[in-house]
């Protein structure tokens, strides 16, 4: 598969890629800072929708010029890129940042036509992490029925995150994932 990988140059997603490209899958990473990884790599801020939709949409590697064949469609968006806890900017720029990189993903995918999108939510939509105190979860062991009550920006802005991809699936019954990833050491 042809996959748009976005934070592919953070703690997480240069894993990720290395997995997805192990396996045979022909990755570009999109983020604002370089990586030191063997693939493809555009450098943008995914806060701005035209960057965003240009990416997607245009070539990245002068092998792609010499086939003659137009711009490469993409497969799948794997969607890492955020700012991945509070207490690092300000909250507000968290949240922003969060959820306007996240809609201008789903959105482009989806107006393209790209099939699959897969994207980085968090444990922390239960609450648990970054509360002002020891929270404790309603219930354990934790699943999907859990509540999802944040109490801190970064948490909210994946919550919003993840009602964002469930309407552009409704809306376009585009194939969205949101994966609600634990600590990554
Ligand atoms: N690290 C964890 O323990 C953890 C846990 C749960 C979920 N997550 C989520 O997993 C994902 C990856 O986390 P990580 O720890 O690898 O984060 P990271 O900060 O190491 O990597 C994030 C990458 O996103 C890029 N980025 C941020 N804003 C951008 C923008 N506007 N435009 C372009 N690129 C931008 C950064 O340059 C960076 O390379 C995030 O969505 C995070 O919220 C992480």
Partial sequence: MRVLFTGGSGKAGKWAIRHLMDQGHHVVNVDQTP???DCSELLIDLCDAGQV??????????GELDAGT????????VHFAAIPRVMIGTDGECFRQ???TTYNVI???TKLGIPKVIFASSETTYAICFADGDLKPDFVPIDETH???PHDSYAMSKVCNEVTARS???RTGADIYGLRINNVI
Avoid: R
Wanted: zero cysteines; aromatic letters at 12%; charged letters at 10%.
């Fill in 53 to 62: 939709i240009g990416a997607m949409s245009q070539f990245v590697e002068f």
């Fill in 168 to 170: 552009f699936q409704v």
């Fill in 147 to 149: 509540p999802t009550v």
């Fill in 98 to 100: 969060n959820t306007l």
């Fill in 70 to 77: 137009g711009v490469p469609t993409y497969d799948a968006v």
């Fill in 35 to 37: 990586s030191d990884l």
């Fill in 107 to 109: 959105e482009a995918a």
